[in-house]
T-cell receptor
Framework: DAGVTQSPTHLIKTRGQQVTLRCSPK?????VSWYQQALGQGPQFIFQ???????QRGNFPDRFSGHQFPNYSSELNVNALLLGDSALYLC???????????FGPGTRLTVT | AQSVTQLDSQVPVFEEAPVELRCNYS??????LFWYVQYPNQGLQLLLK??????LVESINGFEAEFNKSQTSFHLRKPSVHISDTAEYFC?????????????FGKGTKLSVKP
């Protein structure tokens, strides 16, 4: 049973560019959440997708957008990258309204 | 809104010694409480959780945490640590009811176990 998978593992981008990160949820899960973990900080909630719709959003600008596909996988898009967007981006999956989230290994984004 | 405070950013301890990692939270709604562990260059793994019932919860690898509602705390303890416990530990709350439904994390505590 595959757990949560994320791609790519690492990514280096330049300021102003756009990036897309991908996540496949754990088998049987229908809800995907994205978190940003800056160096030395705890993860911060970006948004959550269920039934291909954004259901909740944290305090992030609209440069951060997402999508969920019919197979429950998800993408996180970040436009106009800033140096401060450098972080580990974590995807977590669960069943809708369930409190136990399973995390992927993350994508390390470096913006230069 | 909820918030989580982990009082110690780093905790060094010798192998086989006891350890306590402190966590306090604030919330305007009822919460579930979690401890996650993050090993270097990895994602988060659930260590243990409190949902309801007994206020003392245990993990399979010897950690335990006690929910104290009056002190709004959920401290993590282990009576005897191993080198392999070296990792970063995150306390998190999940507010339920209404539109709540995502994890709020503390800033983490780095546990360093020395031989």
């Amino acid at each position: 049973d595959a757990g949560v998978t994320q791609s790519p593992t690492h990514l280096i981008k330049t300021r102003g560019q756009q990036v897309t990160l991908r996540c496949s949820p754990k088998s049987g899960h229908d809800t995907v959440s994205w978190y940003q973990q800056a160096l030395g900080q705890g993860p911060q909630f970006i948004f959550q997708y269920y039934e291909e719709e954004e259901r909740q959003r944290g305090n992030f600008p609209d440069r951060f957008s997402g999508h969920q596909f019919p197979n429950y996988s998800s993408e996180l898009n970040v436009n106009a990258l800033l140096l401060g967007d450098s972080a580990l981006y974590l995807c977590a999956s669960t069943l809708w309204r369930n409190n136990e989230q399973y995390f992927g290994p993350g994508t390390r984004l470096t913006v230069t | 809104a909820q918030s989580v405070t982990q009082l110690d950013s780093q905790v060094p301890v010798f192998e086989e010694a006891p350890v306590e990692l402190r966590c306090n939270y604030s919330s305007s709604v009822s919460v579930y409480l979690f401890w996650y562990v993050q090993y270097p260059n990895q994602g988060l793994q659930l260590l243990l959780k409190y949902l309801s019932g007994s206020t003392l919860v245990e993990s399979i690898n010897g950690f335990e945490a006690e929910f104290n509602k009056s002190q709004t705390s959920f401290h993590l303890r282990k009576p005897s640590v191993h080198i392999s416990d070296t990792a970063e530990y995150f306390c998190a709350v999940w507010g339920y009811g209404g539109s709540q439904g995502n994890l709020i994390f503390g800033k983490g505590t780095k546990l360093s176990v020395k031989p």
